[in-house]
């Protein structure tokens, strides 16, 4: 069974570096037939992809334009674990932060705030 | 820029049907936009339902159904259970990017 957990920061000051990560069991990061995605949401904007990850011979990125220039996605294959970050954060950037994997979005981390204040 | 819709709200009666709709602004919703539907309570993450239009994950109940109809996705929920009141969000592939709709609270009375 796959499980995803996320770790970092509740608390983010303004205009630095918002840092998550999804740690999988049950799986492999590096998996030819999964994509690792991460998602968040917030009363403001709604739900919201923000990017993905996948291997398919060699790593792959996408991300969503509305936060185009500002993330990575990173895969860590020696922790077996996926990271976020996001520059130049704004309190626009407050939301609940999920993990998730597949393309068809089987698999859901529980989901952790982060607020960004100063 | 790209707008995914879907109805605001809608209410039915338990053991009733309703369909949920899910519309792009680039027109007509087909099945290369590999549409999933989610349902999310209060308090939990989202949990899928339905992946690439209308297959299901081993949990989703039988239920649940999805399908294109007139240019959108749909989701059908046939003999509706007060358990299933809850919100329902459908999202949409983009080529290279992901777009959720603005979620459908489903109210059970």
């Known amino acids: 069974q796959v499980q995803l957990q996320l770790s970092g920061p509740g608390l983010v000051k303004p205009s630095q570096t918002l840092s998550l990560t999804c740690a999988i069991s049950g799986d492999s990061v590096s998996s030819n037939s999964a994509c690792w995605n991460w998602i968040r949401q917030s009363p403001s904007r709604g739900l919201e992809w923000l990017g993905r990850t996948y291997y398919r011979s060699k790593w792959v990125y996408e991300y969503g334009v509305s936060v185009k220039g500002r993330i990575t996605i990173n895969p860590d294959t020696s922790k077996n674990q996926f990271s976020l970050q996001l520059n130049s954060v704004t309190p626009e950037d407050t939301a609940v932060y999920y993990c998730?994997?597949?393309?068809?979005?089987?698999?859901w981390g529980p989901g952790t705030l982060v607020t960004v204040s100063s | 820029q790209t707008v995914v819709t879907q109805e605001p709200s809608l209410t039915v009666s338990p053991g009733g049907t309703v369909t949920l709709t899910c519309a792009s602004s680039?027109?007509?919703?087909?099945?290369?936009?590999?549409p999933n539907w989610f349902q999310q309570k209060p308090g939990q993450a989202p949990r899928a339902l339905i992946y690439f239009t209308s297959n299901k994950h081993s949990w989703t109940p039988a239920r649940f159904s999805g399908s294109l109809l007139g240019g959108k996705a749909a989701l059908t929920l046939s003999g509706v259970q007060p358990e299933d009141e809850a919100e329902y969000y459908c999202l949409l592939y983009y080529g290279g990017g992901w777009m959720f709709g603005g979620g459908t609270k489903l109210t059970v009375l």
């Open positions: 998730a994997r597949g393309a068809d979005f089987q698999h």
């Open positions: 680039t027109g007509a919703v087909t099945s290369g936009y590999y």
